[in-house]
């Protein structure tokens, strides 16, 4: 088992940042560790992923260049940093861990996840 607690949320106006972190406990080796995000009335998506080494990472298209994820092995925690944020990416973000290494932006392949954290962009 894989315990994952989010926190970091927050509103924050266009153009601002914030830091979310998720910090793991348990069984912690797994291969890669992501973020999700779900606004209202709308499906979970894909954020970014990066691997156990935090040597691979992937991000999905709408946050390249404003969000950067990362890890500290030493404190078993996750961190995505946002960066530029737009109302568009107000969601609740959850993070969420998995032992498989495909469908690095798959829901379905994660097995872990957290409870979610909500992140508010005004306009």
């Known amino acids: 088992q894989v315990q994952l607690v989010e926190s970091g949320g927050g509103l924050v106006q266009t153009g601002g940042s914030l830091r979310l972190s998720c910090a793991a406990s348990?069984?912690?080796?797994?291969?890669?560790t992501g973020w999700f995000r779900q606004a209202p009335g709308k499906e979970r998506e894909f954020v970014a992923t990066i691997s156990r080494s935090g040597g691979s990472k992937w991000y999905a298209d709408s946050v390249k260049g404003r969000f950067t994820i990362s890890r500290d092995n030493a404190k078993n925690t996750m961190y995505l940093q946002m960066n530029s944020l737009k109302p568009e990416d107000t969601a609740v973000y959850y993070c969420a861990a998995k032992y498989s290494l495909g469908g690095l932006d798959a829901i379905d392949s994660y097995d872990y996840w957290g409870q979610g954290t909500q992140v508010t962009v005004s306009s």
């Open positions: 348990g069984r912690t080796f797994t291969t890669y």
